[in-house]
């Protein structure tokens, strides 16, 4: 079962969801990579994880592989992002005042 947590801003209000379980993923035959979300039965296939990042210095959203991490991010280049699902307690990137929380009011599972 995946859970999803929101984390707000306390300055600017922005709000960015988070699943606990990221992009898990195998591949094809041919190397296509293919995302299995709970409760797919492809599960029992994957190899790795994409999880979803932010960039603490520019606000970029990526993902990195589990298999191959990331060590940058890929817009700015630098090396402060978090995992969104660790945002909480960590400074807004899109502000630059406020700092994440978690909305203790929003949780979502699939």
Aim: proline content about 5%; glycine content about 8%; overall charge neutral.
């Amino acid at each position: 079962m995946a859970q999803c947590f929101r984390f707000q801003c306390d300055s600017c209000g922005h709000a960015i969801e988070a699943w606990d379980d990221g992009n898990p993923y195998y591949r094809d035959e041919a190397g296509k990579k293919h995302y299995a979300y709970h409760p797919s039965t492809e599960r029992e296939l994957c190899i790795g994880n994409d999880t979803p990042q932010l960039c603490l210095s520019c606000g970029a959203k990526f993902k990195s592989d589990s298999l191959a991490p990331a060590k940058n991010c890929r817009k700015c280049k630098s090396a402060d992002f978090v995992q969104t699902g660790d945002l909480d307690g960590r400074n807004c990137p899109y502000c630059g005042k406020g700092i994440f929380r978690r909305d203790a009011d929003f949780f979502a599972i699939s």
